[in-house]
């Protein structure tokens, strides 16, 4: 899961960063509402958290922009202004849940953990696909009730296939949701966290397929 942070504070943007990759979110931060706006034109992202108070433009600007734009990500806001219509023109305008500063990290981690179950209701149960059962809420992977470990990429990899249930994951698409870095990886690379990530799940019935000039996609074998 990507997340588009949107929080000019550098100790909290930080703060809030370490905690959420922590947790298995891949957080990029952005320190201003023209960067943000750039960022999200050339990635994609599942969630955003967007502090009000940005020093190019009110964050409420920027959310009302968003949403004209139909963007349809759930966003949640901050806010260090103690004022209930900031609040209310936030819900009003389509933020889906928001905080006042100061919070705690981890309240604020369980609110973004309860709003992506909301608003990717069936990415809360369990996936089960040949021996393998994936718990999204906890990022824990396991065959026949043992657990397995896969590296970072690795599980990075296998979410995106998961998430898109079915659906042919582009290489372009794969590359870009894999890192928070500006620059996407290179083909190369994909294909290799791919093949590694493939050799693993091959004992357990599950087979990465490459759908030639599309992409990959993730299915059962029935011989395990
Ligand atoms: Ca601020």
């Given amino acids: 899961m990507k997340i588009l942070l949107i929080e000019d504070d550098a100790v909290l943007g930080d703060g809030l960063s370490h905690t959420l990759n922590g947790s298995g979110y891949l957080v990029t931060v952005a320190t201003s509402g023209g960067y943000a706006e750039q960022l999200l034109r050339a990635q994609d992202f599942d969630l955003i958290v967007l502090d009000l108070g940005l020093p190019d433009m009110d964050g409420l600007e920027l959310l009302r922009k968003l949403r004209l734009r139909k963007l349809a990500l759930p966003i949640m806001i901050l806010t260090a202004r103690d004022n209930i219509n900031d609040r209310i023109s936030g819900i009003e305008q389509g933020a889906d849940d928001y905080m006042t500063k100061p919070f705690e990290l981890k309240e604020l981690e369980a609110r973004i953990h309860a709003l992506i179950r909301r608003c990717y209701g069936g990415f809360n149960d369990a996936i089960v696909i040949g021996r393998l059962t994936l718990d999204p809420r906890n990022h824990r992977l396991s065959?026949?009730?043992?657990?397995?470990?896969?590296?970072?990429?690795?599980?990075?990899?296998?979410e995106i296939l998961l998430l898109q249930a079915g659906k042919v994951v582009s290489k372009d698409r794969m590359a870009q949701r894999l890192t928070n870095d500006d620059d996407a990886l290179t083909d190369n690379a994909v294909e290799i966290y791919v093949h590694r990530l493939r050799k693993r799940l091959e004992p357990f019935g599950v087979m990465i397929r490459t759908v030639r000039g599309l992409g990959y996609l993730l299915e059962a074998t029935t011989d395990a």
């Fill in 143 to 158: 065959v026949d009730d043992e657990p397995l470990t896969l590296s970072a990429r690795e599980y990075g990899v296998l």
